[in-house]
């Protein structure tokens, strides 16, 4: 598919909007994203209806619905005839999906929400992954994204498997990955909380040089350093620790080790 790009008009913070023929924007779904979505988008000077409670039809010119996937159907049937645009926040979901809706896009921000009240600065920044069922919805989802200091990407349908699973990789597994070493930490004496100030610092830091560096050039420790026998040493220390992680450590050594053996571009 050939991606349209609607990078050159990003910017970084909270824009007042300028297209008037969207400017009041319905929100159903009173979870994390929905209650930071529409904070975001009152602050982006929208005329915003919500968050309403799943089921609640706001009025608007276009409603984003930030519900659960196996509800969007019916979020969709429901809002259908309320809207001229109607849209999903989900990475997985196809648009088919907001069927009847005649004009439909989808809205996935690339980050991460904790429910806090700092949640509605979190888009400032991120990627969006749009979509739509026509030039102009993809539009639409674009320049929402752009008003709230996104970069938009276009995804189509067919791509949404990979691209949520990439983005689960990147999120959710790093949180199970982490919530391991914290179980292994254990075993030196740390209980969770003394694990997580220990390692946080470390983790951060990990990120930002995959970021900069690229996987290869950020991969430090044992294995990068080709020390057998410290990992060995390790994962003697997994088993006894936590043995049902043991099967964890040796898959992440094989990744690690085709890091170490893969050839530079």
């Given amino acids: 598919m050939e991606r349209t790009s609607f990078a050159g008009s990003a910017g970084v913070g909270f824009r007042k909007m300028t297209d008037t023929s969207m400017s009041r924007i319905g ?50 049937a429901a809002a259908a005839d309320a809207a001229p645009l109607i849209g999903h926040t989900s990475g997985a979901t196809p648009l088919t999906a907001l069927e009847p809706a005649a004009e439909r896009f989808g809205l996935h921000p690339l ?28 539009e639409g989802a674009a320049s929402l994204a752009r008003s709230l200091g996104m970069v938009p990407f276009e995804i189509a349908d067919e791509q949404r498997p990979a691209y949520h699973a990439a983005a689960s990789i990147a999120s959710n597994f790093l949180v199970a990955l982490e919530a391991a070493a914290e179980e292994v930490a254990g075993a030196a004496g740390l209980d969770p909380e003394e694990a997580r100030a220990a390692l946080a610092p470390l983790v951060r ?33 997994v088993r006894e620790a936590a043995p049902q992680l043991e099967a964890l450590f040796d898959v992440m050594v094989e990744r690690a080790r085709a890091l170490v053996e893969k050839v530079p571009a």
């Fill in 205 to 237: 830091t990990t990120v930002e040089n995959w970021a900069q560096l690229g996987p290869r050039r950020a991969l430090t420790g044992p294995v990068a350093r080709g020390d057998d026998l410290t990992v060995a040493a390790q994962r003697a220390a």
């Fill in 27 to 76: 929100v159903v779904g009173r979870g994390r994203l929905g209650s930071a979505l529409a904070t975001a988008l009152g602050a982006a000077g929208y005329e915003v209806s919500g968050p309403t409670g799943r089921g609640e039809v706001p009025e608007a010119e276009a409603i984003v619905l930030c519900v659960p996937d196996s509800e969007i159907p019916a979020a969709a």
């Fill in 111 to 138: 980050q991460t929400f904790s429910g806090g009240e700092s949640d509605a600065g979190r888009f400032a920044g991120c990627r969006c992954a749009v979509a739509g069922s026509t030039p102009a919805a993809a």
